[in-house]
């Protein structure tokens, strides 16, 4: 299992917001990045700490407060159903972990 | 543009070795500070990180693999390789290349391969 624990799925109504969650002991210490993943498709980096990637809608947004890092979409469009992605180190410092992924349904 | 393909048999024998490249196109293997990674993923499963290398050849490897993992360098084909030995069915995956750098202390994986499907059955 990962050491970065994240909701296997969530929903939003359209055009609402939503907030994906990544806990782990690592993020108190190490930043966080975002992935989304489409079926059939390679990850996309959508955030990295705080920060957005050129190109991606600023409607994402990060934000970290002890443990627990937070993927936020404040009004979640139809293209934004994915799955989502939270990358860090591990507790040691010394790897890169994954979290399990969220499934994001916009209904 | 940066491209990353990656290229290796599709189906492997349980016990043997798995064995896979990625081409990066659009920029040298060489340049800059970068981290050549590679990552796994089973069908309906999420993203598993197996390791990287560094240009200087430096390698660091996922706890749980790292017995059976190695990852090396061909800078004069602009490639980067993956052998998994001793195989089993838990080893059928998706398999990513990727390049990842550190910006501020994030990470942050720009450029993935398409993935190519390795099956482990006899």
């Known amino acids: 299992s990962s050491e970065l624990t994240q909701d296997p799925a969530v929903s939003v109504a359209l055009g609402q917001t939503v907030r994906i969650t990544c806990q782990g002991d690592?993020?108190?210490?190490?930043?966080t990045s975002w992935y989304q993943q489409k079926p059939g498709q390679a990850p996309v980096l959508v955030i990295y700490g705080k920060n957005r990637p050129s190109g991606i809608p600023d409607r994402f947004s990060g934000s970290s407060s002890g443990n627990t890092a937070s993927l936020t979409i404040t009004g979640a469009q139809a293209e934004d159903e994915a799955d989502y992605y939270c990358?860090?180190?591990?507790?040691?410092?010394?790897?890169?972990?994954f979290g399990g992924g969220t499934k994001l349904t916009v209904l | 543009q940066v491209q990353l393909q990656e290229s290796g048999p599709g189906l492997v024998t349980p016990s043997q070795t798995l064995s896979l490249t990625c081409t990066v196109s659009?920029?040298?293997?060489?340049?800059?500070?970068?981290?050549w990674s590679w990552i796994r993923q089973p069908a309906g499963k999420g993203l598993e990180w197996i390791g990287r290398i560094l240009t200087s050849g430096s390698t660091n490897y996922d706890p749980s693999l790292k017995s059976r993992v190695t990852i090396s360098l061909d800078t004069s084909k602009n490639q980067f390789s993956l052998k998994l030995s001793s195989v089993t069915a838990a080893d059928t995956a998706v398999y990513y290349c990727?390049?990842?750098?550190?910006?501020?202390?994030?990470?942050?994986?720009?450029?993935w391969g398409q993935g190519t499907l390795v099956t482990v059955s006899s």
């Open positions: 990727a390049r990842y750098y550190y910006y501020d202390g994030s990470i942050l994986f720009d450029y």
């Open positions: 690592s993020l108190r210490s190490y930043s």
């Open positions: 659009g920029g040298s293997i060489s340049s800059g500070s970068y981290y």
């Open positions: 990358n860090s180190r591990d507790s040691s410092g010394n790897h890169l972990v």
